[in-house]
């Protein structure tokens, strides 16, 4: 079975442009989540979602950044414009259920974004 | 606010050896707490939760302990071999299930 697929794999940006990070989590998962991992720290959520709804994006900086989840299934993370302090991993995972202590959740490989 | 701090100094043992790392946290009472390993270059893996009411958890050459007097989690390598040289990840989770992911500690276990 496919893990969570997330593209690009790698991007490289001037700061004021736009950018955005599509991922699929694994089939039958309906809970989602975008977490950002900077150097030599452990992923933040950024939001979850559960089906379509996004049930937490409290740590979503939203006059930048913007994410959808159309038909409850693949997601999109966009930012616009990118700064120079945006550079980090994005990673996308899912998991079944509600997210919750018996339902384990799967990451994807992450996608890196470099703003230059 | 919440504090999750790990060991940032990596640890650096000999293989057949225990690794053990440790993960402190304040201003939380979570009511789980999972370990994650993460690679370079990969997402976190889920290896382990435990509950607040477990004391200890195994799972192959894996433990996990929770002491929720002391606000602590040991993770334990038993008969470490080198590729278990890995970052760890420790990850309370709270009662509304959200993660709060430490630092992590790099483990590198020699041959």
């Known amino acids: 079975e496919a893990g969570v697929v997330q593209s690009p794999r790698y991007k490289i940006i001037e700061k004021k442009q736009p950018v955005a990070f599509w991922c699929n989590p694994i089939?039958?998962?309906?809970?989602l989540y975008w977490y950002r991992q900077n150097l030599g720290q452990g992923p933040e959520l950024l939001i979850r979602?559960?089906?379509?709804?996004?049930?937490?994006d409290s740590q979503l900086p939203k006059d930048r950044f913007s994410a959808e989840r159309l038909k409850g299934v693949d997601s999109t993370l966009k930012i616009q414009p990118a700064e120079l302090g945006d550079s980090a991993v994005y990673l996308c995972?899912?998991?079944?259920?509600?997210?919750?202590?018996?339902?384990?959740?799967?990451f994807g490989e992450g996608s890196w974004l470099t703003v230059v | 606010s919440q504090k999750i701090e790990q060991n940032s100094e990596a640890l650096n043992i000999q293989e057949g050896k225990t690794a053990t790392l440790t993960c402190n946290y304040t201003n939380y009472s979570p009511a789980y707490l999972q370990w994650y390993r993460q690679d370079p270059g990969r997402g976190p893996v889920f290896l382990l939760l435990i509950r607040e009411n477990e004391k200890e958890k195994r799972k192959e050459r894996l433990k996990v302990t929770f002491d929720t007097t002391l606000k602590q989690s040991l993770f334990h390598i038993t008969a470490s071999q080198p590729a278990d040289s890995a970052t760890y990840l420790c990850?309370?989770?709270?009662?509304?299930?959200?993660?709060?992911f430490g630092s992590g500690t790099r483990l590198l276990v020699r041959p």
């Open positions: 089939s039958g998962h309906n809970t």
């Open positions: 990850a309370p989770m709270d009662s509304s299930y959200k993660l709060i």
């Open positions: 995972a899912s998991s079944t259920g509600t997210g919750g202590p018996g339902n384990t959740i799967y």
């Open positions: 979602y559960e089906n379509e709804e996004a049930v937490d």
